[in-house]
C-alpha cells in the first residue's frame, strides 16, 4: 500500500516530520514540507486545513495512462502511446506565439507522427532512438496522436489523477502535498464505518480505499474506491443529521396542552371542507405540540395547497393552550397578506394579531411592542423584525417560519430562542423530491400537503415562440375584457446588453401602449422600495390597474384571486421550480387559469424544461426533472439550500446509496447506546474532531 518509490523517493528524501504515534489526521497542513503562509492560505481556499481534509481531497476524474495496443484504439480516444522516437523532432514556429513540434514514434512495426502545438519546450525531452510515452488524443484515420503530454519513459501513476484546483496553487503541488500526507500519515487512517456495515455492502476499509482514491492501479480500483468514498460521505452526513434531530427529540421543549374542542369549533366555521391531506397534517402536527419535546417539522405542498390554513389551526391550537403564536414571512408583502387572511379566519375568535415588519411606524411600534411583552397580542405576524432585540415575547409556544429556505439557519434560530425553545413549523411551497428532503431536512419530520383543494382547476399551460406573441396578447385581452387580471413576468428590470432576455421596463411601455386607454398596467421589481412594492401590489389587488408587469418579485405567495393568466418572456431561462411558483400565482379561485411561456430555447435543454411544464402541473415532478437537470443547488439556491458540496456523492445519480445510507445511519443512532459500543469508539471520535460544535456527541 506504499506510494511509487519513485514518486515519493525523489520528493521526500530530505523530508523529516512526525513519526508514529505523533501524527493525527487533525494535524495542520502546515506541518507538511513546502507549506508556508501563502500556500497555506491558497489550501485553505479550496477547503484544505487538516491532513484529513487533504487525504479526502479526492480526485474528480483520472486520465488513464497505461499503455494500449494500437490495433485496440477508437478514434479520439485519449491515450498513452509507448515507442521509440524514430527521427530527431522538428520545431517549427508560425504567427505570433505559435508553435508546432513534429517527431515520429515507432511502435512495433508502425510509425505514428507525434505532433503538439505550442508547447516548444518539450523539444529537450524528445531524443532520436530514445524510448518515450506520450499522451495524446488519437487521430484514427491519419494514424497519429495529437499530443497533449510527455509522461517520459514510465508513468509514476497509470492512473493520473486530476484534482480541482485554483489559480494559486496547481495541480502538482496538490499531488506533492497528498503524496507527502500519505507516506508520512497513511498509519493514522482508522476504519471509521462499523465493521457490520463495511462487510455488508462489500465497501473498501479506509486506508485502501483513500489509498485507491489517489493512486489506484487501474479503472476497477479507482471505481471500487469511489464507489466507497461515496457510501463513507453520505453515512457521515446522515449520522451527523441523525443526531441532530435525537437531539431535538431528547431536548426539554414545550408540552402545549390546546383546547381540541375550540379548535373544532374553529375548523367548523371555515367557508371549506379541508381535503384529506390537511385533516392529516394537522393532526401530525398538533399530535407534536403535545408532546413535551422540541418540534421540528417541515410542512410542504404545492402552491395552492392549503399550507396558510393549517399554520392558522395549529397557531390556534398554541393559543387555545394559553401560548403565543409568531409567523415569519419573508417579504413584507406576504407578511401583510397573512396578516389580513389570519384576520378572517380569526374573525370572531380570542386572536388577537399584530404585524410587525420593517416599515411599522415608530409610534405603531411603542404601541404593540408592551403589549406583545405582557401577552395581550397572541399572535405576531411579520419579517425578520420579529427578531430584533427590542420584541419581547410574554410565552412564545409556536413559531410558523413560510418560505424558510430564503431565511438563513441564524434568523430561524434567533426566533426560536425568542421562546422557551419553541415549536418550529417551517412551511415550503417549493415542493421538494425526495433527495432533497434526504439532504436539506433530513433532521426535520416532513408532512406533504400532496392534494388541492376541492374545485381548484389545475392552470392551463402553453408554450409559444416569439413569433406567436401578437395572438397570446389578443388572448390577454379577451381575459381582460371577461373581468380577469394578468400578470406579465420577465427576468430583467432594464435592458442589459450582455443577456438578451426582455425587460420589464420596455414591456411596461409596450404594454401601456397596447392596452390604453381601455386598461391600466402597473410595474413592479426588486428595485423598488417596499413601501412602492406594497402600494403597487394593493393596487393590483383594488384592480386599480388590470395588468401588472413585473420581474420574480412576485413569485411567492402573493394572492390576487382575479389574476387568471401569467404570461413569462424568456421563460427558458428560468429554473422549473421557478416557474411552476411563478405560474402559481394564477388558478387562485374556482376560474379556469392560464400560463404562457414565451421562449425560443437555444438547445435541448431548455426544449425539455418548457415541455415538461406544459405536461404537469405536480410540482413534486417538476422539481425532481429541475433537481436532474440542474443539480440541487441551483433549485434551492446555493446559499440557502442547506444541500451539501459532496466531494464524491451525487445526491440525485446515487440517490439509491444516499437512501441506504440514511437507513443505516438511523438504525445505528436509533440505539441509545450506539455511542458506548466499542465498534462505535473510532466513528464517535472522528465526528467530535471533524465536526463543529452543533454536530458534538456525548
Known amino acids: 500500500m506504499a506510494v511509487t518509490q519513485s514518486v515519493a523517493g525523489t520528493l521526500f528524501c530530505k523530508f523529516r516530520g512526525k513519526k508514529g504515534n505523533d501524527v493525527k489526521l487533525t494535524d495542520s497542513v502546515a506541518t507538511l514540507p513546502g507549506v508556508g503562509p501563502k500556500r497555506l492560505a491558497a489550501l485553505a481556499a479550496l477547503g484544505i486545513d487538516t491532513i484529513e481534509s487533504l487525504l479526502t481531497y479526492y480526485p474528480f476524474r483520472y486520465e488513464d495512462l497505461s499503455v494500449k495496443p494500437l490495433n485496440e484504439l477508437t478514434d479520439q480516444e485519449q491515450v498513452t502511446l509507448k515507442g521509440i522516437v524514430a ?36 523539444q529537450k525531452s524528445v531524443a532520436a532512438d530514445a524510448p518515450l510515452m506520450v499522451y495524446g488524443r488519437f487521430d484514427a484515420k491519419r494514424m497519429a496522436l495529437n499530443g497533449m503530454k510527455i509522461i517520459g519513459t514510465n508513468p509514476d501513476d497509470p492512473m493520473a489523477p486530476i484534482y480541482p484546483a485554483n489559480a494559486n496553487i496547481r495541480q502538482t503541488t496538490i499531488r506533492q502535498l497528498i503524496v507527502a500526507a500519505w507516506e508520512q500519515y497513511q498509519t493514522a487512517i482508522e476504519a471509521i464505518i462499523p465493521p457490520a456495515i463495511v462487510a455488508h455492502y462489500h465497501l473498501m476499509d479506509r486506508r485502501q480505499m483513500i489509498h485507491d482514491m489517489h493512486f489506484p492501479a487501474d479503472s476497477d480500483a479507482a471505481s471500487q474506491a469511489r464507489r466507497s468514498a461515496k457510501f463513507e460521505e453520505f453515512f457521515l452526513f446522515q449520522i451527523r443529521l ?26 367548523s366555521t371555515l367557508p371549506y371542507e379541508l381535503t384529506g391531506a390537511q385533516k392529516r397534517v394537522v393532526n401530525e402536527i398538533c399530535l407534536d405540540l403535545k408532546r413535551p419535546i422540541h418540534m421540528n417539522r417541515l410542512l410542504q405542498g404545492d402552491v395552492g395547497s392549503g399550507k396558510t390554513v393549517v399554520a392558522a389551526l395549529v397557531m390556534y391550537a398554541a393559543i387555545t393552550g394559553g401560548f403565543q403564536a409568531a409567523l415569519m414571512a419573508p417579504t413584507e408583502i406576504l407578511a401583510e397578506q397573512h396578516a389580513n387572511n389570519l384576520q378572517a379566519i380569526f374573525d370572531g375568535f380570542p386572536v388577537n394579531i399584530a404585524l410587525l415588519t420593517g416599515s411599522t411606524k415608530a409610534a405603531a411600534r411603542r404601541e404593540i411592542l408592551p403589549r406583545i411583552e405582557n401577552g395581550e397580542i397572541n399572535l405576531i405576524v411579520g419579517t425578520h423584525a420579529l427578531i430584533q432585540d427590542t420584541v419581547n415575547y410574554h410565552q412564545l409556544g409556536l413559531v410558523v417560519i413560510d418560505e424558510q429556505h430564503r431565511f438563513g439557519v441564524g434568523q430561524r434560530q434567533a426566533l426560536r430562542e425568542k421562546g422557551m425553545n419553541a415549536d418550529v413549523l417551517a412551511m415550503t411551497a417549493t415542493p421538494i423530491p425526495r433527495t432533497l428532503a434526504i439532504t436539506s431536512y433530513g433532521e426535520m419530520d416532513v408532512s406533504v400537503i400532496d392534494e388541492l383543494p376541492a374545485g381548484r382547476k389545475p392552470v392551463t399551460t402553453r408554450w409559444i415562440k416569439d413569433a406567436q406573441i401578437d395572438s397570446a396578447v389578443q388572448f390577454v385581452k379577451a381575459q381582460l375584457a371577461a373581468g380577469h387580471q394578468s400578470y406579465v413576468v420577465t427576468p430583467l428590470i432594464e435592458e442589459s446588453e450582455a443577456v438578451d432576455m426582455r425587460n420589464a421596463q420596455a414591456i411596461y411601455e409596450r404594454f401601456s401602449t397596447l392596452f390604453s386607454p381601455t386598461y391600466q398596467v402597473g410595474l ?47 421563460a427558458d431561462h428560468f429554473g422549473l421550480a421557478q416557474l411552476h411558483q411563478l405560474r402559481g400565482r394564477v388558478g387562485r379561485s374556482d376560474q379556469q387559469a392560464y400560463c404562457i411561456l414565451i421562449a425560443d430555447p437555444k438547445n435541448e435543454y431548455g ?16 422539481s425532481q426533472k429541475d433537481l436532474e437537470l440542474r443539480g440541487a443547488g441551483d433549485v434551492l439556491g446555493k446559499k ?27 438504525k445505528l443512532t436509533d440505539d441509545a447506546d450506539w455511542q458506548t459500543q466499542p465498534t462505535n469508539q473510532v466513528l464517535v471520535h472522528y465526528l467530535n474532531a471533524q465536526s463543529d460544535h452543533e454536530y458534538m456527541f456525548d
Open 87 to 122: 527521427a530527431p523532432p522538428t520545431l517549427t514556429h508560425f504567427g505570433r506565439r505559435k508553435s508546432r513540434l513534429n517527431f515520429r514514434l515507432l511502435i512495433g512495426q508502425d510509425i505514428v507522427p507525434v505532433t503538439f502545438f505550442n508547447q516548444p519546450w518539450l
Open 242 to 267: 441523525q443526531a441532530l434531530k435525537h437531539r431535538d427529540q431528547t431536548q426539554q421543549g414545550i408540552a402545549i396542552n390546546y383546547d381540541n374542542e375550540q379548535l373544532k369549533r374553529l375548523i
Open 524 to 570: 413592479l421589481h426588486g428595485r423598488m422600495r417596499n413601501d412602492e412594492k406594497e402600494a403597487v401590489m394593493t393596487a393590483f389587488k383594488a384592480k386599480d390597474f388590470q395588468v401588472l408587469v413585473a420581474t420574480t418579485v412576485i413569485e411567492v405567495g402573493v394572492d390576487v384571486k382575479d389574476a387568471t393568466v401569467m404570461m413569462i418572456y424568456d
Open 607 to 622: 426544449v425539455q424544461r418548457m415541455e415538461v411544464m406544459t405536461q404537469t402541473n405536480d410540482g413534486f415532478v417538476l
Open 640 to 666: 440557502q439550500s442547506g444541500v451539501p458540496d459532496f466531494k464524491v456523492g451525487d445526491p440525485v445519480a446515487d440517490l439509491t446509496m444516499l437512501s441506504v445510507a440514511q437507513q443505516e445511519a438511523k
